[in-house]
């Protein structure tokens, strides 16, 4: 069975600090697609990136980035000198794509980010 | 502009008074899927479609139906709503190629609450 675990339930930075979000997958399959969504207090679901399994360069973007390791089967998303626009809910997600396409979430993490 | 709008925003209603709310999308995306929110839960998947005429369960289908008859519409059907129903709704859609997971596109979300 497929599982996404986000053991971090809410985080507290201060502004301009460095936070990690932790993702953890567990799955049988060798082709998989992992995702990341934010969810800010307005309510909707912002896709921030996807990656495939064979791909396991990490990637930045802006103050985001992220770090995909097969080996701890961890796929990490790192906010670089936080914001309080980066307040929101975190999901990360699997898909192995096929028919149902669908999105194996984890629980989501709540960050805080205080002026 | 490219968007998945749903319908109501919020609703609340009283135990088996049947409702449907609608989804709609102008992407021409091929795949539809409904998603409800809970505390603690993440996300899960509660139907999903493939194409005009294909529909198929997700993980949490108990209590629901959805019907495609057109590509760009998915309504999603309570026939008898109870109070575990009380949840927020996600609609969302995607291309769907070669098996290959594409971003999804969330709706707004509609806020369920079953008295």
């Known amino acids: 069975a497929q599982k996404v675990t986000q053991a971090q339930t809410e985080i507290s930075v201060v502004e301009k600090e460095d936070v990690t979000l932790d993702c953890v997958y567990e799955t049988r399959d060798t082709t998989y697609y992992l995702f990341w969504y934010k969810q800010p207090p307005s309510g909707e679901l912002v896709f921030l990136i996807r990656?495939?399994?064979?791909?396991?360069q990490n990637e930045i973007s802006g103050r985001y980035s992220w770090n995909f390791q097969k080996s701890t089967s961890s796929f990490n998303f790192t906010i670089t000198a936080s914001q309080v626009v980066d307040s929101a809910v975190y999901f990360c997600a699997l898909s192995l794509g096929g028919a149902t396409n669908k999105l194996i979430f984890g629980t989501g993490t709540l960050l805080a980010v205080q002026p | 502009e490219a968007q998945v709008t749903q319908n109501p925003r919020y609703l609340i209603t009283v135990t088996g008074k049947k409702l449907t709310v609608t989804c709609s999308q102008n992407?021409?995306?091929?795949?539809m899927s409904w998603y409800r929110q809970d505390p603690g839960l993440g996300l899960r998947q509660i139907y999903y479609s493939m194409n005009v005429e294909a529909t198929d369960k997700g993980d949490v289908p108990e209590g629901y139906k959805v019907s495609r008859k057109e590509k760009r519409n998915f309504p999603l059907i309570l026939e008898s709503p109870s109070p575990n129903q009380t949840s927020l709704y996600f609609c969302a859609s995607s291309f769907l190629r070669r098996n290959e997971p594409y971003e999804q596109y969330f709706g707004p979300g509609t806020r369920l609450t079953v008295t």
């Open positions: 992407m021409n995306h091929e795949y």
């Open positions: 990656r495939n399994s064979f791909d396991e």
